[in-house]
């Protein structure tokens, strides 16, 4: 009876174990990933990478577990490139426009109003077929102070299920560098 239920008790521990590997991280350890411009950063699971320069050549923030075919680039782009009076909806407008070109048989699956940090933002889920292969993007539209921001995070679609809430968590860490450094103090030091 003993060797049954410690048998019984390890086979339960083998199928948490896997199913928290597929998860990304089985400690649930994260760690940031600073933009290559150091406007932004985002958490990742310990088993992503920063792949900068390796998924698209304007993001400035990139990462990735390839091995669990997950993906996010993220390009921040200044205020002052757009007119004074496009918005937040406008600007989702903009991007998620370009993903559905961009996708053959786009769908819209759901679309909800979120913040990032204290900041606005919209977060659409997206389906389609790019070049034979069908993906699901999330995509999220981010209003910081200086910046317009396209988050986008992706795997696929048979995947979608199983990564969903590791893809969406990575994209909802994304926030805004502090342009006087961190908590406040002044990278220059001057007021030391």
């Not at 410690?6 to 199913?19: D, I, R």
């Not at 792949?51 to 990735?64: H, I, P, R």
């Not at 292969?133 to 048979?158: A, D, H, N």
């Amino acid at each position: 009876m003993k060797k049954r239920s410690l048998a019984l008790l390890l086979a339960l521990l083998c199928v948490v174990f896997s199913v928290l590997s597929a998860c990304g991280s089985a400690d649930g350890k994260m760690k940031e990933i600073v933009a290559s411009d150091g406007t932004i950063q985002c958490l990742v699971p310990d088993s992503w990478q920063d792949l900068e320069g390796q998924l698209n050549q304007v993001a400035s923030l990139e990462a990735a577990d390839v091995g669990t075919d997950c993906y996010m680039v993220a390009i921040p782009e200044l205020k002052d490139d757009f007119d004074a009076d496009l918005n937040l909806e406008g600007y989702n407008k903009i991007i998620i426009g370009n993903v559905t070109k961009m996708a053959e048989d786009a769908e819209i699956i759901s679309s909800e109003n979120i913040e990032l940090g204290g900041d606005p933002a919209i977060l659409t889920k997206v389906k389609g077929t790019v070049e034979g292969v069908k993906i699901m993007y999330w995509v999220c539209s981010v209003e910081f102070p200086s910046y317009y921001t396209q988050v986008m995070g992706w795997t696929l679609s048979g995947k979608a299920d199983k990564y969903e809430d590791q893809i969406v968590s990575v994209v909802r860490s994304v926030t805004e560098i502090p342009k006087d450094g961190p908590e406040g103090t002044p990278e220059d030091g001057a007021d030391q």
